[in-house]
């Protein structure tokens, strides 16, 4: 095993050597890291135990020629070996692992092999030469995580203009409009949505301290989940994922059916609450180094569980959001290939490239073919953490290389949030995933409406195909034009999503009313105007004016020459009082051309 390490290491140097200058722009410029390779006769548990020596969580099988034959991942492990009560001894990765997983070449498109990830829910993607030789591995978590701190650093320095230019604004200088938006609008992309707008709703899965790590991988297999909570007495004492059955069960030689949880678990997880931003949660995951995270309410009941790769999504979907002219294409084009030129000049570059945005009444917002609702069958979605693999019954008999987007499926799984308010006036927020269509979204209101449903014309119920069946409470929305539209289909539900990115909103916000009468919609009063520019030239003069007038008044009440009234003394008051005023306001006008 140590020499196949050696070995594997060597040949990782030599090519990252040969191609270390990357062409702008293609996926080598993202930097894949180096693949761990192993042949297919390798049982699983020498496979764990090379992933656990060299901390990795993904594997390339390749042939007798170096091809690549096959990938697998800790979640493979897991799943199929642990949660299906398999021996990792008795069995090869080749039986385990998924065959002629899709691939990227060094000359494609970084957009392009993004745009799989995303659209395929791949964590990793391997990336392939000319001559088909393996290049690397791309985790697109760590992609993120190195554009997202750049992202950071522009918004830092963004920061630093942004106050530079309000205290020349409080010093009475020129409004820096345009400015001020660009970072007002990219501190909100920083912001971005909540955690409370990726959870699905469905309570974490938790397992007892006594649980052997066999039950607790068939219940992540049963679930769909990478990461189960680990119980003491009612008290979350741990937490427990597929990572740790690769690292801390199987390459040590631990018995499954016999080892529990407890002594393999991580303690005292991370919390997070529902109002944290999904960058900021991404941030302590990336510092903690962990891959999910819990999730609480405001009460301190666990309500959910995240993990890095459905915030990585959400997180590109904002960014997503962004506009761009002139056709450039996605928005986060830039957000990636800019990586390679990370310097202070990206402050005025993006200045600029906002500004040349402002004023237009209808931008374009290109966005990705994913986010429409196609009319096909899902039976062979990829789930987000699965593997990369060519996702139908048919494998192909070589690895499939992506070469262009219409190789793509075109389903996002990516949820997004509606927003609404019962007729008791509490205001509801959840998320539905486009492909749950019209007929989950009538379900998710349903439940949010409780016992206020007869309020509000009673159920509503659709068929299977995503058909009205009974129509009881209806859903509608604004339109561009401030137009209230039905959402009667899946059809409907989609152009209400697109819309809303379209706008640049994180969110849709929806009616429920009776269907017989139209939605009670209360229209935002517009934003009172700007105050009008301060002249500081009559200003001074105002000032020195009533400085002169209180002068005045005190000459007023006492008298400066004894025996002589101030009667007599106050024409000429007046008089030198206008003669003053006139000539610090002539002397004003002087002096500020």
């Not at 020498?46 to 990795?56: C, D, G, L, V, Y």
């Not at 990336?127 to 992202?151: H, P, R, W």
């Not at 190789?407 to 308010?421: A, R, V, Y």
């Amino acid at each position: 095993m140590e020499q196949d390490l050696g070995k594997k290491k060597q040949q990782s140097s030599a090519r990252s050597r040969g191609s270390r200058k990357a062409t702008p722009g293609t996926v080598m410029a993202l930097k894949p890291g180096q693949a761990l390779q192993i042949k297919p006769h390798v049982t699983v548990a020498e496979a764990a135990q090379m992933m656990a020596a060299k901390r990795e969580d993904c594997v390339l099988v390749t042939d007798d020629d170096d091809r690549i034959a096959g990938i697998f991942t800790a979640k493979d492990l897991a799943f199929r070996v642990v949660g299906g009560a398999i021996d990792a001894r008795d069995v090869a990765v080749s039986d385990i692992m998924t065959k002629n997983p899709l691939c990227a070449r060094t000359d494609t498109s970084a957009t392009d092999a993004l745009d799989l990830m995303v659209r395929k829910g791949f964590r990793h993607l391997p990336v392939m030469d000319e001559n088909q030789d393996i290049s690397g591995v791309l985790d697109i978590t760590k992609c993120f995580y190195e554009a997202m701190e750049k992202l950071e650093r522009s918004y830092s320095m963004s920061r630093k203009l942004y106050d530079a230019l309000e205290g020349v604004q409080e010093l009475g200088g020129a409004q820096p409009t345009q400015i001020i938006q660009y970072v007002e609008a990219l501190r909100s992309k920083m912001a971005g949505p909540t955690l409370e707008t990726v959870l699905s709703g469905i309570p974490p899965t938790t397992v007892n301290v006594r649980t052997s790590v066999r039950e607790a991988a068939a219940l992540m297999k049963e679930n769909h989940t990478t990461a189960v909570l680990v119980q003491d007495q009612g008290n979350i004492t741990g937490i427990f994922t597929s990572k740790d059955v690769v690292l801390r069960v199987i390459a040590p030689g631990l018995d499954p059916a016999t080892c529990s949880v407890v002594r393999v678990m991580t303690p005292h997880p991370d919390f997070a609450s529902m109002d944290l931003s999904i960058q900021a949660a991404l941030r302590k995951m990336h510092d903690g180094h962990y891959l999910n995270l819990p999730v609480m309410n405001e009460a301190g009941e666990i309500v959910g569980m995240v993990d890095v790769l459905k915030l990585t999504y959400a997180t590109l979907e904002q960014i997503n959001t962004m506009q761009t002219p002139d056709n450039e294409g996605p928005a986060w084009n830039k957000f990636w290939l800019s990586m390679d030129n990370d310097s202070e000049s990206v402050v005025s570059d993006s200045v600029s490239h906002h500004m040349s945005m402002m004023g237009s009444e209808s931008p374009s917002m290109l966005r990705h073919p994913q986010y429409e609702r196609p009319g096909t069958s899902h039976s062979h979605s990829v789930l987000p953490n699965d593997s990369a693999s060519h996702a139908g019954d048919d494998s192909p008999p070589h690895s499939q290389v992506m070469l262009t987007p219409s190789q793509m499926p075109s389903l996002s799984e990516n949820p997004f949030t509606f927003k609404f308010k019962a007729p008791s006036g509490r205001v509801h927020r959840f998320a539905v995933t486009p492909s749950a269509g019209f007929a989950g979204l009538v379900a998710t209101v349903s439940q949010k409406l409780g016992g206020e449903v007869s309020q509000v014309g009673g159920p509503t119920t659709v068929t299977e195909d995503g058909q009205l069946d009974k129509q009881g409470f209806a859903i509608s929305y604004l339109d561009d034009e401030m137009d209230p539209v039905s959402i009667t289909t899946d059809h409907d539900l989609s152009h209400a999503i697109s819309l809303a990115r379209r706008q640049g909103k994180d969110k849709v916000d929806i009616y429920v009313h009776d269907a017989d009468h139209p939605p009670n919609i209360e229209i935002p009063m517009p934003p009172p105007p700007p105050p009008a520019p301060v002249d500081t030239e009559k200003l001074d003069a105002a000032e020195e004016v009533l400085k002169l007038q209180r002068q005045a008044e005190l000459l007023s009440e006492k008298q400066h020459i004894p025996g002589v009234p101030n009667d007599l003394l106050l024409p000429g008051a007046v008089a030198t009082l206008a003669v003053a005023i006139i000539i610090v306001f002539v002397f004003s006008r002087s002096g500020s051309r």
